[in-house]
């Protein structure tokens, strides 16, 4: 019912942009906070960035100044905008929705939902 489709990623050069799009579709009630993980071979997953509903934001120290988090919350999308991009940059990336609620069964169900992974590689 519920579908995290992400898009944006691709091969882009050192110093570069590239900006991802998350958007969750389905019958959903309601999403809490939304955010960016990813993922290098050989290495565990990490934070990126995240956003709530409120429009607070935390990003990884690695991503600071380069990469901005935004979201729309009137059509379910979270959005990562990546400038400056490095060849430590790349990943797969994650879309992760933290608390996203539907109805259904005559009830609200909440949990969390990730998304299939975009893949980003920075080379020259």
């Known amino acids: 019912q519920v579908q995290l489709v992400e898009s944006g990623g691709g091969l882009v050069q050192p110093g570069g942009s590239l900006r991802l799009s998350c958007a969750a579709s389905?019958?959903?009630?309601?999403?809490?906070?939304m955010g960016w993980y990813r993922q290098a071979p050989g290495k565990q997953r990490e934070l990126v960035a995240t956003?709530?509903?409120?429009?607070?934001?935390n990003y990884a120290d690695s991503v600071k100044g380069r990469f901005t988090i935004s979201r729309d919350n009137a059509k379910n999308t979270v959005y990562l905008q990546m400038n400056s991009l490095k060849p430590e940059d790349t990943a797969v990336y994650y879309c992760?929705?933290?608390?996203?609620?539907?109805?259904?069964?005559?009830?609200?169900?909440?949990?969390?939902?990730w998304g299939q992974g975009t893949s980003v590689t920075v080379s020259s």
């Open positions: 992760n929705v933290d608390g996203l609620a539907t109805y259904y069964g005559g009830h609200y169900h909440t949990r969390d939902y």
């Open positions: 956003i709530t509903s409120g429009g607070s934001t």
């Open positions: 389905g019958s959903i009630f309601s999403i809490n906070a």
